[in-house]
């Protein structure tokens, strides 16, 4: 996580630390450009500001900070907050707490809801659970078109689950190409 929020993946981070490192260059965020914080009551400050400035991925992060240190409820709001403004990983992060009933009463409706807002955002975890549900429910129709759903946006576990489903004979080998295909292109968009 970078000073204003924006999400980079870590190989990108490290190319950017390595290059500051041996440049003896001062760390900064790689997106806004400005100095990283020094301290920790620096790096809250730039947190909190970024929240009462409605950014989402901030309220998000805030949230899972706060469910890592095991205060639930305060996550739980963080999260409804970030979820309110769109965020997929809060969606999931939501229903996540509805299902173990942490921070709020387990309720299976809100978990579903929150699990379909994430997975229509693009999580591909939610939409693999979503799958495995389905599958439960007996509508393996469903699960078949979430697992492709998910293996096409790179998630390995739904394009195994693909590849059992198509040696269980509930695939056709024409889908079974077809999340192939799709899982590799994700792969490969980002290498």
């Known amino acids: 996580m970078q000073c204003c929020s924006k999400l980079i993946c870590g190989g990108c981070d490290y190319a950017n ?6 440049g003896k260059l001062h760390f900064k965020c790689p997106f806004c450009r400005k100095a990283m914080p020094d301290t920790d009551e620096e790096n809250n400050e730039q947190w909190m500001k970024r929240i009462e400035a409605n950014d989402p ?30 965020d997929a990983v809060a969606h999931y992060q939501l229903s996540t707490l509805y299902y173990d009933g942490q921070g709020v009463e387990k309720d299976e409706k809100m ?14 975890e939610a939409r693999h659970n979503l799958a495995i549900l389905e599958r439960g429910n007996g509508r393996v129709d469903r699960a078949v078109k979430h697992h492709i759903i998910a293996a096409k946006l790179g998630y390995d576990r ?8 198509y040696k269980a004979g509930q695939v056709s080998k024409e889908d ?16």
């Open 17 to 22: 630390k390595k290059r500051e490192y041996e």
């Open 57 to 86: 991925v901030a309220m998000r992060e805030m949230g899972t900070e706060r469910y890592i240190e095991g205060d639930y409820e305060s996550a739980f709001e963080y999260c409804t907050k970030a979820a309110a403004l769109g």
């Open 111 to 124: 978990e579903l809801h929150h699990l379909i807002e994430a997975a229509i955002g693009g999580h591909p």
């Open 158 to 165: 739904s394009l195994e689950s693909v590849k059992d489903l």
């Open 176 to 191: 079974f190409a077809t999340a192939l295909r799709g899982h590799q292109a994700a792969v490969d968009a980002t290498k």
